[in-house]
T-cell receptor
């Protein structure tokens, strides 16, 4: 009930390409869906977030698509850059964040 | 402070020993969270505080784990009789508050304390 399932586990993309990471949840009480970015040796940092009353949110090259009926949401990174290489976590929350298992993204020049 | 500060950054201990990990949240943040992150995994919720009280400790794995936040600011995670399976990065995060359904739970994480139990 509390799980957030994330895929793929790892992703390799060429510079300039589109990176897509998917997440699914079960608990319909979740009301906030952030994505966090984590570099080695650092804590996760908020990248972008969405609430379930919105189907899409875009900030620069990063877009969240949200499908409430399917209980799924995804992160799209347009024009992926080598500096985007990191681990990405989706999460869902009511009063506390429940994280997915992470996707390691590698962007090659 | 400007960010969430965690000390020590690295701790190596022997099985059976007692360990304390400290978290200094962003000034003014009333909510404080502890997570545990094992290698290659997402952060796993342990406990969160709203002010001085533990609002939800459902993620603490067993009674060897305990956390306090006596003055509503700094928090200490305490692990008794450490086991090799406790080895992980312990992350602390803080937020301005806990708002149900408000989308205001923007958590700022520290860099973590890496615990290695030999």
């Amino acid at each position: 009930q509390q799980q957030v399932k994330q895929s793929p586990q790892s992703l390799i993309v060429q510079k300039g390409g589109i990176s897509i990471i998917n997440c699914a949840y079960e608990n319909t009480a979740f009301d906030y869906f952030p994505w966090y970015q984590q570099f080695p040796g650092k804590g996760p940092a908020l990248l972008i977030a969405i609430r379930p009353d919105v189907s899409e949110k875009k900030e620069g090259r990063f877009t969240i698509s949200f499908n409430k009926s399917a209980k799924q949401f995804s992160l799209h990174i347009m024009d992926s850059q080598p500096g985007d290489s990191a681990t990405y976590f989706c999460a869902a929350s009511t009063d506390k964040l429940i994280f997915g298992t992470g996707t390691r993204l590698q962007v090659f020049p | 402070g400007a960010g969430v500060s965690q000390t020590p950054s690295n701790k190596v201990t022997e099985k059976g020993k007692y360990v304390e990990l400290r978290c200094d949240p962003i000034s003014g943040h009333t909510a404080l969270y502890w997570y545990r992150q094992s290698l290659g995994q997402g952060p796993e919720f342990l406990i969160y505080f709203q002010g001085t009280g533990a609002a939800d400790d459902s993620g603490l794995p067993n009674d060897r784990f305990f956390a306090v936040r006596p003055e509503g600011s700094v928090s200490t995670l305490k692990i008794q009789r450490t086991e090799r399976g406790d080895s992980a990065v312990y992350l602390c995060a803080s937020s301005q508050g806990v708002v149900m359904g408000g989308g205001a739970n923007v958590l700022t994480f520290g860099a973590g304390s890496r615990l290695t139990v030999l």
